[in-house]
């Protein structure tokens, strides 16, 4: 198929060559031919008129008879052109022209055919040779030098096409080896600014006085600084990927992970506690805070982390906290105390009242039903502190939250002011929480109560709602933390007066109350079982800005159980 295409396509140039004869005569006035052409013909036919109207036009011509000495006249000059007498006896003119066409230095040499043979099969047998066109004998002189000036152009124009793209190549060649270099210097450039930049990091982290991490885009850490190492007394090689979390303590180690993967998830900041094993096989407690790294354009390429140690500070911490508990734990016992005298008291005159009456002959029914209403209240308060104590824990089940409070909402309306109003905001199918259902309860029931007091029967509002979240902080108490996760939210706010930043800062202490009632348990029972369930419980308030409760709960998935926790009275 493509011999076919190049036969038809030469056969296509040659009735374009006929066309522009009469343009070719027109300006052979004009022009001035040169060129060399050799001639491969015999003496008996017509070479020399061949040789002189060529001369007349100034083209060199010289001629030859054979094959053999067309070729080697060819390797002492090479022509433009190239005439061959196919019917000439001492050579084929078709094998010559397939020998001048087999040689790469005179492929492009065009060839024209001398014949008398007007059969198209003659022509097609020579276009596929490599035959440039023909010319038919007896010649037409006009013809004849049209379409020699026609051939030489084209080679010409052929020739100066070629040298014009190897210039160009050349020049694009320089041009990519002058990019190449210029690239090469700029990347080499860049790559130094990026070592010394990252020397000048490693130095500075090296000379930091806490311990430096980075992490990639993987989460493996990448890099540790001398700081960490020499407290770990852990190779960079060991402590590379996964490595540093061998000295992180076991009980530490889940809850890190999942903080950590969540803050990558989200690509925010992050703050840990943990306890990381030092060279001497100590552990120390740990402030880890975690800061996403972004390239130019806000590309996320990973963490850098900076820990200090905070044993020394959170030993004095608890050291301070344990003056306090025994600060509360007289409070406490003095509460206790007041209240059961308080109680004994009145049940001892109840009780001498009562026996008055029977020796006068009465029924003493209503100092026995404030007898056994004294001896409730006892229980309750008793009950309270067992709570607080830890010592009712009860039994544990899954519970739906938002169902919970919603059987509670008539309760709790009969139990607030008049001119209170209880909103509720509770969506269903929030995931179950692993609880004491009679505990949540007396959480709602605290909360709700205390915004009503607060409220104070001036008028006002209380909402109270739950919600699914997803938060990782230490509670208000100082004494839980909830690691990641997804949680229940159940929040209760009020328009009340609100609280002080003094108060706000006692409000879970046992006997604590600035109210003219009431025994300051409330909050204090409170914040122990939310520990008790794992949870958190924060709150914000401002004088004349009311305040919000939110307690958040871990959530259990299916078919995971959580032993109840031991509640850590704060004194």
């Given at each position: 198929m493509p011999q076919i295409f190049l036969i038809f396509f030469r056969l296509f140039v040659v009735k374009?060559?006929?066309?522009?004869?009469?343009?070719?005569?027109?300006?052979?006035?004009?022009?001035?031919?040169?060129?060399?052409?050799?001639?491969?013909?015999?003496?008996?036919?017509?070479?020399?008129?061949?040789?002189k109207v060529l001369a007349e036009q100034s083209y060199l011509v010289r001629r030859v008879k054979s094959a053999d000495e067309a070729l080697a006249a060819i390797q002492v000059q090479h022509p433009e052109l190239v005439l061959i007498d196919v019917r000439n006896p001492y050579t084929d003119g078709f094998a010559l022209c397939q020998k001048v066409k087999a040689d790469e230095t005179l492929a492009e040499t065009p060839l024209i055919l001398l014949t008398p043979s007007t059969d198209a099969k003659h022509w097609v047998e020579g276009f596929a040779l490599g035959a440039a066109d023909f010319v038919s004998k007896p010649f037409q002189r006009d013809e004849l030098l049209a379409r020699v000036a026609t051939h030489l152009e084209l080679a010409r124009l052929h020739q100066r096409l070629g040298a014009q793209m190897s210039k160009s190549t050349a020049a694009l060649r320089a041009l990519v080896w002058k990019l190449q270099r210029e690239t090469s210097a700029v990347n080499t450039h860049a790559e130094r600014v990026l070592k010394e930049s990252e020397e000048r990091f490693r130095n500075m982290a090296d000379n930091a006085p806490m311990l430096v991490w980075v992490s990639?885009?993987?989460?493996?850490?990448?890099?540790?600084?001398?700081?960490w190492l020499q407290f770990t007394g852990r190779t960079m090689e060991q402590e590379l990927g996964d490595g540093w979390a061998e000295g992180v303590h076991p009980e530490d180690l889940d809850h890190t992970?999942?903080?950590?993967?969540?803050?990558?998830?989200?690509?925010?900041?992050?703050?840990?506690?943990?306890?990381?094993?030092?060279?001497?096989?100590?552990?120390?407690?740990?402030?880890?805070?975690?800061?996403?790294?972004?390239e130019a354009g806000g590309l996320f390429v990973g963490y850098v982390g900076s820990c200090v140690d905070i044993t020394d500070s959170k030993q004095a911490y608890e050291g301070n906290l344990d003056k306090q508990r025994v600060k509360s734990l007289r409070v406490l016992t003095g509460g206790i105390a007041h209240d059961f005298k308080n109680l004994m008291s009145?049940?001892?005159?109840?009780?001498?009242?009562?026996?008055?009456?029977?020796?006068?002959?009465?029924?003493?029914?209503?100092e026995i039903r404030t007898i056994r209403d004294l001896a409730q209240r006892a229980v309750e308060i008793v009950r309270e502190l067992m709570i607080y104590a830890g010592q009712d824990k009860g039994t544990f089940e899954l519970v739906d939250l938002s169902q919970l409070v919603e059987e509670m909402l008539s309760l709790l309306r009969s139990m607030i002011g008049k001119n209170v109003v209880l909103e509720a905001d509770l969506p269903a199918n929030l995931p179950p929480v692993w609880g004491n259902p009679t505990h949540l309860r007396q959480i709602v029931m605290?909360?709700?109560?205390?915004?009503?007091?607060?409220?104070?029967?001036?008028?006002?509002?209380i909402k109270i709602s739950t919600s699914?979240?997803?938060?990782?902080?230490?509670?208000?108490?100082?004494?839980?933390?909830?690691?990641?996760?997804?949680?229940?939210r159940l929040e209760v706010s009020d328009t009340g007066c609100g609280m002080t930043p003094e108060q706000k800062a006692k409000m879970f202490d046992p006997y604590f109350t600035t109210k003219r009632t009431g025994h300051g348990l409330g909050l204090a029972v409170v914040d122990a079982i939310v520990q008790s369930h794992g949870g958190v419980i924060q709150a914000a308030s401002a004088p004349g800005r009311g305040t919000t409760f939110e307690v958040l709960l871990p959530v259990v998935h299916h078919r995971e159980r959580k032993a109840p926790q031991t509640m850590h009275a704060r004194s």
């Open positions: 374009r060559i006929q066309f522009s004869l009469e343009w070719h005569l027109e300006r052979a006035g004009a022009m001035e031919p040169t060129g060399t052409i050799l001639v491969v013909a015999d003496e008996l036919d017509s070479p020399g008129l061949i040789e990639g885009t993987d989460r493996k850490c990448t890099f540790f600084n001398k700081g992970v999942i903080a950590y993967n969540e803050a990558f998830d989200a690509q925010r900041s992050f703050q840990l506690e943990y306890r990381l094993r030092r060279v001497d096989g100590v552990y120390r407690w740990i402030l880890d805070n975690g800061v996403p790294r972004f009145s049940i001892l005159t109840t009780a001498e009242l009562a026996e008055a009456e029977v020796g006068e002959g009465s029924s003493p029914v209503d605290n909360l709700v109560i205390n915004a009503s007091d607060a409220i104070n029967g001036s008028g006002g509002k699914r979240a997803r938060r990782t902080y230490s509670s208000q108490s100082g004494t839980a933390i909830l690691s990641g996760g997804e949680c229940v």
